[in-house]
């Protein structure tokens, strides 16, 4: 969910930003939040018994990629590119259908538009056979899958769920969170924290490392210990790709948004990126990428086999 510096920081499901600062911004700082709880009071009201309160929060975290396997949902991606005086140079826009993987299964991006301009039937057409061809051969796959493929797949699965708790973990020892106020967000009240990264302190999952060099702060929803916004800013040159091939530089900017979708789940409604980066320690990278969410739907394997007909593309702003 595109190879580069934009797509990592866009949270497009490769690179370290796509999955662990993810569940910096989505899920960990709610638990991060709670353990604080017993601090003291957020401004008037008094918080919770934090033992059971932690407890049951824990229940509900789950990471983006997780929840968004549920549902197909509309994004809209613009990128502007940044002169060296920091003016906008280009700006190109493109507009997705997303089907993401369930169980493996492969995900799929269908271009609709670009720049306003809808896709011809003929590229839909030709993606979308080349898609369903993918999954109908998955579906068979799983289908002949063997006992011992079938454990191995487990146990790799496993092992991923793991991972998440681990980095979980790491995140409440690498952060000092602290609760600083109460603020409205989205018409709902919410906790608002810092996250400042503890000299010394370093996670125990490699690919959690880079959150030593963020530090920010998030708006935890407080009935539903949902987090709704996170800001998060890099305070050292962060390295990305093997071979260090790329390299985000100091001061650039994340935001996070997420909305509540059938009164049920929060998902992102918005990730912006500003990032100052150099490729291959050569060409310098500077542009504002934005990505929005929308027409959230339950998802299945079997609805990514046909494919209802393209929306009218929204027009550019």
């Known amino acids: 969910m595109e190879v580069g510096v934009t797509e990592v920081l866009l949270v497009c499901g490769r690179g370290w930003s796509g999955r662990a600062a993810g569940r910096v911004a989505v899920c960990v700082l709610c638990v991060a939040m709670l353990d604080r709880a017993a601090v003291g009071r957020a401004q008037d009201t008094p918080l919770p018994e934090k033992d059971a309160f932690l407890a049951e929060a ?10 968004l396997s549920q549902y197909t949902f509309r994004q809209r991606q613009v990128r502007i590119d940044l002169d060296g005086d920091g003016r906008a140079e280009k700006k190109t826009t493109k507009e997705f259908e997303v ?12 271009l609709i538009a670009t720049n306003g301009v809808p896709e011809s039937p003929r590229k839909l057409e030709e993606a979308d056979r080349k898609h369903r061809e993918h999954l109908i051969e998955w579906i068979h796959d799983r289908q002949a899958e063997s006992p011992s493929v079938r454990g191995k797949r487990d146990l790799k699965e496993r092992r991923e769920r793991e991972q998440e708790e681990r980095i979980t973990d790491d995140i409440l020892r690498v952060y000092d969170i602290r609760l ?24 125990s999952v490699e690919e959690a490392a880079p959150m030593t060099k963020l530090r920010g702060r998030a708006w935890v929803d407080e009935r539903d210990f949902a987090v709704v916004r996170v800001e998060l800013e890099s305070t050292d040159t962060i390295n990305l790709g093997w071979g260090f091939l790329a390299r985000i530089g100091s001061g650039t900017t994340l935001l996070f948004e997420r909305q509540k979708v059938n009164d049920e789940v929060w998902l992102p409604s918005r990730v912006t990126a500003h990032p100052k980066a150099r490729i291959a320690f050569v060409k310098r990278f500077d542009a504002e990428i934005i990505s929005d969410y929308s027409d959230y739907r339950k998802f299945t ?4 086999i046909s494919f209802a007909p393209t929306k009218p593309a929204k027009p550019v702003k």
């Open 58 to 67: 824990r229940k509900r975290i789950k990471s983006d990629d997780r929840l």
């Open 301 to 304: 394997v079997n609805t990514a």
């Open 180 to 203: 600083v106020g109460r603020e409205e967000v989205r018409g709902r009240s919410a906790i608002v924290l810092t996250l400042t990264p503890r000299p010394g302190v370093k996670p």
């Open 99 to 110: 089907y993401p993987s369930v169980e493996g299964s492969p995900a799929y991006r269908r």
